[in-house]
């Protein structure tokens, strides 16, 4: 299955489907509770998760989850982000 970033605040729903496809994930927030519980939930599920801490508003976090899902998983397929 191939990798995804996803930002976690607000539009859960998505993640949760791609944990039950078994994708494997790289998820940030700048809410490290909220992003902690995620992942748990996500792992739970069946998904491959890792997180990163941090704020897409800014690019070159951004940038940080972007090579994170390409140095772990080895590509980049879908990326997703909330406002």
């Known amino acids: 299955m191939s990798s995804r970033v996803r930002h976690t605040e607000s539009a859960v ?32 599920a069946g998904a491959e998760v890792t997180s ?15 090579r994170t899902a390409v140095e772990r998983y080895g590509r980049l397929d879908v990326a997703v982000a909330n406002e």
């Open 52 to 66: 990163v801490a941090g704020d897409v508003s800014v690019s070159g976090e951004v940038e940080r989850l972007i």
């Open 13 to 44: 729903p998505r993640p949760r489907w791609f944990a039950r496809e078994r994708a494997r994930l790289v998820i940030g927030d700048v809410d490290a509770e909220a992003l902690d519980k995620l992942h748990a939930e996500l792992s739970a």
